[in-house]
């Protein structure tokens, strides 16, 4: 009768952690974009992917937690399975579908700039232009005849206009307003926005599609309710557009 017990309870334990384990998933992200996500002064993944993907994952029945990963390898360790969810400011594009798969868009598409020192009269045609490496804008620059100067994050493309090594910096309009606005007059924005790609969504592996389902349910409803709007106010100081 003991080993019975023992038995049952055993395979309730083993149920209860199965359980546990179906409903865990690992979120990641790179921390290195704000407002999408950044690390904040506490050492946390912070911003309006946090904020929405808490939300989502609180919708959809999952426990989340955020993990931290390099842009330029952030694809490849989602399907080796380092983390289960990408919600890194990543852009909806043909070719990354072709690896991962994505859910609709929590976020619109967001014109691309350029930003340059000011009064540097910069050449965004014809001049070397910094992008982040895998990136749209990346992309962008190496096929519009201004010469691509590829950096690993996001701080290094602004470091190469101000030390001279790029003329401008190409990246997420979002991304570079409130660096123009805090750098004293020191940035500016020149030549003309270009949109890119259809909107930001979170990247889930293609074996994944239950988890894929119930994300896009997740964002339907916290479009409908006016949740992401409120967020995209918040954090982007800008009309949400849903």
Same mark, same amino acid.
């Given at each position: 009768?003991?080993?019975? $017990?023992? %038995?049952? !309870? =055993? *395979?309730?334990?083993?149920?209860?952690? @199965?359980?546990?384990? +179906?409903?865990?998933?690992?979120?990641?992200?790179?921390?290195?974009?704000?407002?999408?996500?950044?690390?904040?002064?506490?050492?946390?993944?912070?911003?309006?992917?946090?904020?929405?993907?808490?939300?989502?994952?609180?919708?959809?029945?999952?426990?989340?937690?955020?993990?931290?990963?390099?842009?330029?390898?952030?694809?490849?360790?989602?399907?080796?399975?380092?983390?289960?969810?990408?919600?890194?400011?990543?852009?909806?594009?043909?070719?990354?579908?072709?690896?991962?798969?994505?859910?609709?868009?929590?976020?619109?598409?967001?014109?691309?700039?350029?930003?340059?020192?000011?009064?540097?009269?910069?050449?965004? $045609?014809? %001049?070397? !232009? =910094? *992008?982040?490496?895998?990136?749209?804008? @990346?992309?962008?620059? +190496?096929?519009?005849?201004?010469?691509?100067?590829?950096?690993?994050?996001?701080?290094?493309?602004?470091?190469?206009?101000?030390?001279?090594?790029?003329?401008?910096?190409?990246?997420?309009?979002?991304?570079?307003?409130?660096?123009?606005?805090?750098?004293?007059?020191?940035?500016?924005?020149?030549?003309?926005?270009?949109?890119?790609?259809?909107?930001?969504?979170?990247?889930?592996?293609?074996?994944?599609?239950?988890?894929?389902?119930?994300?896009?349910?997740?964002?339907?409803?916290?479009?409908?309710?006016?949740?992401?709007?409120?967020?995209?106010?918040?954090?982007?100081?800008?009309?949400?557009?849903?």
């Amino acid at each position: 009768m003991k080993s019975l $017990i023992i %038995g049952v !309870v =055993a *395979a309730a334990f083993t149920a209860t952690v @199965a359980f546990a384990d +179906s409903h865990a998933v690992r979120m990641g992200t790179e921390g290195a974009y704000e407002p999408y996500n950044f690390i904040n002064d506490k050492g946390e993944v912070d911003g309006f992917e946090r904020e929405l993907g808490d939300k989502l994952c609180e919708i959809a029945g999952y426990s989340c937690t955020w993990v931290k990963n390099d842009w330029d390898s952030i694809i490849p360790n989602l399907t080796s399975g380092n983390y289960d969810t990408i919600m890194a400011g990543m852009s909806i594009t043909d070719e990354r579908k072709e690896k991962i798969n994505f859910t609709e868009a929590y976020f619109p598409p967001d014109p691309s700039a350029y930003v340059s020192l000011a009064g540097a009269d910069a050449e965004v $045609i014809n %001049g070397n !232009v =910094a *992008a982040q490496t895998n990136t749209i804008q @990346a992309g962008h620059v +190496s096929s519009s005849g201004a010469t691509l100067v590829e950096y690993a994050t996001p701080d290094e493309t602004i470091a190469a206009v101000r030390n001279g090594e790029a003329d401008a910096v190409m990246a997420d309009k979002a991304y570079l307003r409130k660096l123009v606005e805090e750098s004293g007059g020191e940035l500016e924005f020149v030549g003309e926005d270009v949109m890119l790609g259809t909107g930001i969504g979170m990247g889930i592996r293609k074996s994944d599609e239950e988890m894929l389902a119930k994300f896009n349910a997740a964002i339907q409803q916290l479009k409908s309710d006016g949740t992401i709007n409120t967020l995209i106010e918040k954090w982007f100081e800008m009309k949400g557009p849903y």
